[in-house]
């Protein structure tokens, strides 16, 4: 039987991360530094686009990749994601009242965008109705992103946000159960975000700085966390307005950097287990 060989891409903020897998299993990985976000120099089509291109080139020519077809994961910041409730309905209609609701809660045409959803029923006592997950993209933007890679010998066959790269990842490696409701906290020095998973679905994705463009990176670690608390605690107030019956089983947190008493110190605040992934 033959070997299959897959090809992933992440565009993330300040570096690019490629690896090869065959049949499920990591083979290459290698990241690349970047001088400023992709989305900045592929969206305005800048001198660094053409660089990023060739850096790309050379780093998948030095690692011996020769797969082609690639999965590539998206970065949240260029992702439109939205959560929000239409009645109860037959399947057939509901597509035609998510376009017409989701002209509320996006400031583009759909025809400007890449677009999907994903449909939640929820019953409270007496009332039922449908929870919509919507999840899009500008349409330049993503064509951008694929004459980048088409400029490198790159074909993407699949695409997803991280946030739902992170949650399958997760997922597969055991670290997040499908039946439990999870609130992820993706941290670095710079910046955080929060997802709250449900059945392995993200429903609610949040970003927020954790270091202001003029404060000094060498801050003191206890105003660094009482900030993460604060955003922690403001994203889980609006997700229990917006989903009264639920709640959470559990944190994990996703950091470049160790701290032990992290945990125990979230656990204390929040009253939820929590365990530490290094990312």
């Not at 080139?57 to 011996?64: I, P």
Request: charged share 25%.
């Amino acid at each position: 039987m033959a070997s299959k060989r897959y090809l992933g891409i992440f565009l993330g903020s300040n570096s690019l991360s490629v690896i090869e897998t065959e049949n499920q299993t990591p083979q290459k990985f290698f990241t690349i530094p970047l001088k400023s976000p992709v989305s900045a120099s592929v969206q305005k089509k800048t001198p660094d686009d053409k660089a990023l291109a060739a850096t790309l080139t050379k780093a998948l020519r030095e690692n011996k990749v020769t797969t082609s077809q690639i999965s590539l994961s998206l970065p949240s910041k260029d992702i439109i994601f939205r959560s929000f409730a239409i009645p109860w309905m037959n399947p057939q209609e509901i597509k035609g009242v998510v376009e017409f609701e989701s002209r509320k809660y996006i400031p583009f045409k759909l025809a400007e965008l890449a677009y999907t959803f994903h449909t939640i029923i929820i019953n409270e006592k007496t009332t039922r109705f449908i929870r919509v997950l919507f999840a899009a993209i500008r349409n330049d933007l993503l064509e951008s992103y694929c004459s980048l890679l088409e400029g490198c010998g790159l074909h993407a066959v699949f695409m997803e946000p991280a946030s739902l790269s992170l949650v399958r990842a997760l997922i597969f490696k055991k670290l997040l159960a499908r039946d439990k409701r999870i609130v992820i906290i993706q941290m670095d020095p710079k910046e955080g975000k929060i997802i709250v998973v449900n059945q392995g679905i993200p429903q609610f994705i949040r970003d927020f700085p954790m270091l202001m463009e003029t404060e000094n990176p060498e801050i003191d670690k206890e105003i660094l966390y009482a900030r993460l608390f604060n955003e922690i605690r403001i994203s889980l107030d609006y997700y229990r307005r917006q989903y009264m019956q639920e709640k959470m089983d559990g944190i994990i947190i996703l950091s470049s950097f160790q701290d032990e008493l992290l945990p125990q110190n979230l656990e204390k605040e929040f009253s939820l287990s929590t365990q530490s992934v290094n990312s």
